[in-house]
């Protein structure tokens, strides 16, 4: 069945960069839209960054425009977050996930699948 499983979770300095990965498996890669969600204790699971298959079209959080970048290799079915100028309010276990073809709102919780998650802690 379809697995998702991320890394690349680690803590940082404020104004550093961490590049997250999630591996996919068990479905064809390029047929689906993918997303980054991040949750915070106490907060709710929220959108980060998404990205629709074939066009590769991309959506961002507006906290998030400018600084983070999602991208696909489909050739090693892997979904890539790279995070610069990282601040403490990202912080948070970030997932991605994953939904069959087009998602029409990239940033909603409405995926199919989801990966267990990576920690990101950002500190001064």
């Known amino acids: 069945r379809v697995q998702l499983v991320e890394s690349g979770g680690d803590s940082v300095q404020a104004g550093g960069s961490l590049r997250l990965s999630c591996v996919g498996s068990g479905y064809t890669f390029s047929s689906y839209s993918m997303g980054w969600f991040r949750q915070a204790p106490g907060n709710e699971r929220e959108g980060v960054a998404g990205i629709w298959p074939a066009t590769g079209r991309t959506f961002y959080a507006d906290s998030v425009k400018g600084r983070f970048t999602i991208s696909l290799n489909n050739t090693k079915k892997i979904l890539y977050l790279q995070m610069n100028s990282l601040q403490r309010e990202d912080t948070g276990i970030y997932y991605c996930?994953?939904?069959?073809?087009?998602?029409?709102?990239?940033?909603?919780?409405?995926?199919?699948?989801w990966g267990r998650g990576t920690h990101v802690t950002v500190s001064s």
């Open positions: 996930a994953a939904h069959f073809r087009w998602i029409r709102e990239p940033l909603s919780t409405g995926y199919d699948y």
